[in-house]
């Protein structure tokens, strides 16, 4: 089903390129859904965009008083939220150009499965409140080889959620597909990227035992690009070449904004 791109991705009269698409075809239903938080309703989105700092300033200043804003079906075609603190973890999304999120991941040790638990749940928690599909252990600050993700972006779905240690990719497919994505450490912003349409994976479970698994589709698209967080390798290192003029103007708002205000980059303790 062909989809709009974001009014922000679509090229500016001025710098039309030959080149550039309006729309991009999927071949998976669930990209009408939030894409890692990926932001649908881009007109609305823009026109906020001028007070969504203050807006999220001030929510996450009541935050601490009032309980996350739940998931729920309807939130998942919204943008993505920055959800301040979320009730029941301390974990907060690092957003670019914060470092851990280039920093390298250490593969998880056995004894350190048990302590992963309540991580992986807490990062659920804050990946639901903050309307994504994905999230791995760097953009929470913990620089390990953890990711858990959730295809439907569902809490009430939590028989999608995977959680996975130590991923390695045993065979990709020759086929790839480009799409559209967002990041949870890039708020507001969104690209084009090739990926493989499948990739076998074989990963560690919080319980110790080891498993197989084939990603197809869009659920291939989310273990890459969460994958691809413990490589320290971020979704714009990968921007289909027409889309990065188009997302410089918000990378540069991002740096701004962290130099303004850097989160202090250290790890939680485990
Ligand atoms: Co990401």
């Known amino acids: 089903m ?6 922000f991705l ?47 300033r001030r929510a996450e200043a009541r935050a601490s008083a009032e309980p996350a804003p739940a998931a729920h079906a309807e939130a998942q075609e919204e943008e993505e939220v920055d959800p301040g603190a979320v009730e029941g973890t301390s974990l907060r999304i690092l957003r670019y150009p914060h470092p851990l999120l280039r920093a390298p991941n250490a593969p998880v040790a056995d004894e350190e499965l048990p302590s992963l638990r309540s991580v992986a749940r807490e990062m659920l928690l804050v990946m639901y409140a903050s309307r994504g599909v994905g999230l791995a252990a760097p953009q929470v600050g913990i620089n390990k080889r953890l990711m858990v993700f959730n295809a439907e972006g569902d809490q009430k779905a939590w028989l999608q959620e995977v959680v996975m240690v130590n991923p390695v990719i045993v065979a990709r497919s020759k ?10 450490s890039f708020p507001l912003m969104a690209g084009q990227v090739r990926r493989h349409e ?14 197989k698994v084939k990603f197809e589709g869009w659920k291939a698209r989310i273990f890459q690009h969460e994958f691809d967080h413990l490589d320290g390798v971020l979704y714009i290192d990968r921007l289909e070449e027409e889309d990065g003029p188009k997302v410089q103007a918000r990378l540069g708002e991002l740096l701004d904004e962290y130099e303004a205000a850097p989160f202090e980059g250290k790890a939680p303790a485990l």
């Open 2 to 7: 062909p989809l709009r791109l974001p009014a």
């Open 10 to 56: 679509a090229p500016s009269p001025l710098v039309l390129h030959p080149h550039s698409r309006h729309t991009v075809s999927s071949p998976h239903p669930h990209t009408s859904r939030a894409f890692f938080g990926f932001p649908w309703r881009a007109r609305r989105r823009a026109a906020a965009r001028s007070t969504a700092l203050s807006v999220l």
């Open 175 to 184: 086929p790839s597909v480009v799409d559209v994505e967002g990041c949870l």
């Open 198 to 211: 499948w990739v076998k994976v074989e990963a560690t479970r919080l319980n110790g035992k080891t498993f």
